[in-house]
């Protein structure tokens, strides 16, 4: 039984690009939360997606953009990338919305030189 | 606003310490609360949660964390630390910006 995957697990852009992140949920799994991790910092929420709507919204700017589809699957996007966004990327899955038990995956590593 | 505290960011025992870490957050209502760790090179797992009843909840690898309403504690106790312990711990509980994480206690376990 696969846990979250996440993909690619490290990549580098430049400022002003523009980077999508994938995410397969945990098998069972239809809820899809994405975060943010600075380093030294705990995971910051960025959004929730459940039946492929984002039902929660942490305190991010409207560069950050997702989707979720009707596999469950998720993409993160993030535009006009500025140096500030260079961080770990961690998708996360629950079997239901607001619960505070997920599932992480290992993460996609953000440079953005 | 609805926060998290951790109040150690580093903390170096050696194997067979006693260890407490502590947790605070700031709002009331219904309270659940958890603790996660990262191992080194490992994705962030949960490692016990707090949903109601029995204030004292065990979690995995012998770690348990006590609920304690009126000082809005929830602190993550082990009696011996073992060397792979090492890890990165974080308290979390669900507020309106989603699960909300404190800043992390990065322990190490020196043999």
């Known amino acids: 039984d696969a846990g979250v995957t996440q993909s690619p697990t490290h990549l580098i852009k430049t400022r002003g690009q523009q980077v999508t992140l994938r995410c397969s949920p945990k098998?069972?799994?239809?809820?899809v939360s994405w975060y943010q991790q600075a380093l030294g910092q705990g995971p910051q929420f960025i959004f929730q997606?459940?039946?492929?709507?984002?039902?929660q919204r942490g305190n991010f700017p409207d560069r950050f953009s997702g989707h979720q589809f009707p596999n469950y699957s998720s993409e993160l996007n993030v535009n006009a990338l500025l140096l500030g966004d260079s961080a770990l990327y961690l998708c996360?899955?629950?079997?239901?919305?607001?619960?505070?038990?997920?599932?992480f995956g290992e993460g996609s590593r953000l440079t953005v030189l | 606003a609805q926060s998290v505290s951790q109040h150690n960011h580093h903390v170096i025992l050696s194997e067979a310490a006693s260890l407490e870490l502590g947790c605070n957050y700031s709002?009331?209502?219904?309270?659940?609360l958890f603790w996660y760790v990262q191992y080194p090179g490992q994705h962030l797992q949960l490692l016990l949660k707090y949903f109601s009843g029995d204030p004292l909840v065990k979690g995995i690898k012998g770690f348990e964390a006590e609920f304690i309403k009126s000082k809005f504690s929830f602190n993550l106790r082990k009696p011996s630390v073992q060397w792979s312990d090492t890890a990165e711990y974080f308290c979390?509980?669900?507020?309106?910006?989603?699960?909300?994480f404190g800043k992390g206690t990065h322990l190490i376990i020196q043999p």
């Open positions: 098998s069972g799994h239809d809820t």
């Open positions: 997606y459940y039946e492929e709507e984002e039902r």
């Open positions: 979390a509980a669900p507020t309106f910006d989603g699960l909300t």
């Open positions: 996360a899955s629950s079997p239901q919305q607001n619960t505070g038990e997920l599932f």
């Open positions: 709002y009331g209502g219904t309270v659940n």
